[in-house]
């Protein structure tokens, strides 16, 4: 009978620190995104997860650490559910179209994540992880089959990278038109030798909506 109860014992124990590294996590969203990656002190997240400073440090040894697992964690939670929806796409070029457009998107839609993903910066919150894994793919693809005329996909990434999170900060200054996400890849598709008129019909053409990314970041995201 011991060995199940230890069992019991260590998946109980197993929740506990599931449940308490996801309510650091939740808590950090909004202390990043109300005080840029830099500024916040570990008291800051304590205070807003509710935790001791010694249950903080069991997760995570500096806030630097904490920043990069919230902005990769939700960064990669949204990718998984618009890349199924870029992946029915055969055209590498509407693939690039429909990630960026759907991952601008949604940072409108949860505008807590939005700001603070662009606060956070590329570096730290997509070098590595899926946005830039899946950019960089279909990027290639793209290039390879010559609709794209690019020197090296390094360089089409971060032109991309770069129409993404700085379209993200103007949608969400108000400023922006409504058609700003399909403008901007307008003016991407262009600036990779796609021709006007083809690329006036793959930025504007409609895209399928995507569902609510599932996770610990964005349970409590309205």
């Not at 230890?6 to 990043?32: C, H, P």
């Not at 870029?86 to 429909?98: C, F, H, K, Q, T």
Request: net charge negative.
């Amino acid at each position: 009978m011991k060995e199940p109860e230890d069992n019991y014992q260590s998946r109980v124990g197993a929740l506990r620190r599931e449940k308490t590294r996801n309510r650091l996590i939740e808590s950090a969203l909004a202390v990043f995104a109300e005080k840029g990656p830099d500024a916040p002190m570990i008291d800051d997240f304590i205070a807003a997860a509710g935790v001791a400073r010694g249950t903080f440090y069991n997760y995570f040894r500096t806030t630097s650490e904490l920043l990069v697992a919230v902005a990769g964690e939700s960064s990669d939670e949204v990718l998984e559910v618009i890349d199924p929806l870029v992946l029915d796409e055969v055209d590498p070029a509407r693939r690039v179209v429909v990630g960026s457009r759907l991952y601008m998107t949604m940072a409108v839609r949860y505008p807590l994540w939005g700001a603070f993903i662009t606060r956070v910066g590329t570096r730290r919150g997509s070098r590595g992880r899926l946005l830039d894994e899946y950019l960089t793919r279909d990027l290639q693809l793209a290039i390879d089959a010559g609709r794209f005329h690019v020197g090296h996909v390094t360089v089409a990434r971060d032109i991309a990278l770069g129409a993404i999170m700085y379209g993200i900060e103007t949608l969400l200054s108000g400023e922006a038109p409504d058609d700003y996400p399909e403008q901007s890849m307008f003016a991407l598709l262009r600036g990779f030798g796609v021709d006007e008129a083809e690329a006036r019909e793959l930025a504007f053409a409609p895209i399928a909506d995507c569902g609510r990314p599932q996770g610990v970041v964005f349970e409590k995201v309205v």
